[in-house]
């Protein structure tokens, strides 16, 4: 008789760093993702191993070197944002719920100091440390229950839609009513690090765009923004947040530029929610200005300037153009007129080092696909 002849065995596209559905499927024309791993239970071991193995310290966020943004941002700004986060950091700890206060959480290979209180059950806030896996963000009290939960966890990167990616950062659109149990356990982080927070639970009216980084292990949590799905005050931005391992590296107004730009798309103008924190108003009020510097050089020694038109292009409110000029005394009120002055818009421009590396959102995938 004939040897029976053997099936073809299902192989694994080389392409992608884990192994479908939990990986999304990049268009046919673009790069391989990032390098071939091996299996998925070879590489749950590897990454327990290198979160748990006694001989691999932990990265602390206090020890880690700040990017340098010599030359990508003025002196005033970066001096602004210096004297915040100081600020910040010397208010840790007041106010009446100190007693309960989590101390750090252990988020992937780092282990974070938090920085405000989050309303976690009582039992999690009592414990000096938390452990939260980093893709579907669910909480535990040990290693032993996260070694436990990282053998059965499938999660690679958030739910929803990946609708942006370049090398290797992605931002996922995740709808609050589809994927409610994630949304509420990214807003019980997010407290821990933001003052002015206060939604947590009610997630359903919210989009929630959640910037990664692309690795071997999947796509890791760099940081977020979340908006309202109908705002009645064209409010583009409800809460944003970088995690502390990520800032001082440009994240943050890259995704003030995305929100612009989906706001852009729906032919709107739109405006972040109040009150801004400290590190927030600092870092609009640098994107602000580079918006606007681009677009008074780019007219030149014309007569007349629109602050409607200025609105209409860059998608920014007007009165957050007009307080952003009155800011930096660029605006002055002159026989019934509101006149800009020039020569002071070339002074701060000379002072201020554009910041021309401002990443521009090109690679867009699925329904959203265009170039700005």
């Keep these: 008789t004939p040897p029976k002849a053997t099936p073809p065995q299902p192989t694994a596209s080389p392409s992608l760093p884990f192994s479908p559905p939990y990986c999304p499927s990049p268009p046919p024309s673009s790069p391989p993702y990032c390098p071939t791993i091996p299996s998925s239970h070879t590489f749950r071991l590897r990454q327990l191993h290198s979160l748990l193995a006694p001989h691999k310290p932990l990265e602390f966020i206090n020890n880690q070197p700040e990017a340098s943004l010599e030359g990508l941002a003025p002196a005033e700004d970066l001096a602004s944002f210096k004297e915040a986060q100081e600020s910040t950091r010397q208010a840790l700890g007041l106010g009446g719920s100190e007693e309960y206060r989590l101390g750090r959480i252990q988020f992937g290979s780092f282990e974070v100091d938090t920085w405000y209180h989050s309303p976690y059950p009582r039992e999690y806030t009592q414990l000096p440390v938390i452990y939260v896996c980093e893709f579907c963000l669910k909480f535990y009290k040990s290693t032993d229950t996260l070694y436990r939960h990282a053998n059965i966890c ?191 818009v070339g002074v701060v421009h000379l002072g201020h080092v554009m910041s021309h590396d401002r990443l521009l959102l090109s690679g867009f995938v699925g329904r959203t696909r265009s170039v700005v």
């Design 154 to 344: 499938k999660w690679r990167h958030p739910p929803g839609n990946e609708i942006y990616r370049k090398n290797l950062l992605s931002i996922f659109e995740v709808d609050g009513e589809k994927h409610k149990a994630y949304c509420q356990n990214l807003c019980l982080m997010a407290k821990l690090f933001l003052e002015n927070k206060t939604l947590y639970f009610d997630v359903e009216p919210f989009l929630f765009y959640v910037l990664t980084k692309a690795s071997h292990y999947g796509c890791h949590f760099v940081g977020y923004f979340s908006k309202e799905k109908h705002s009645a005050q064209n409010c583009n931005v409800s809460c944003i947040l970088t995690m502390p391992q990520y800032m001082n590296h440009g994240y943050g107004k890259m995704m003030i530029d995305f929100s612009y730009l989906l706001t852009r798309r729906e032919q709107k103008v739109g405006s972040p929610e109040r009150p801004l924190s400290d590190l927030g108003l600092i870092s609009y009020r640098s994107y602000w200005k580079d918006v606007i510097l681009e677009y008074l050089i780019r007219l030149g020694k014309q007569d007349a300037i629109s602050i409607k038109e200025l609105s209409q292009e860059s998608g920014l409110h007007c009165d957050d153009i007009i307080s952003t000029l009155q800011f930096h005394g660029l605006l002055k009120y002159w026989k019934g007129k509101h006149i800009i002055l020039r020569r002071k």
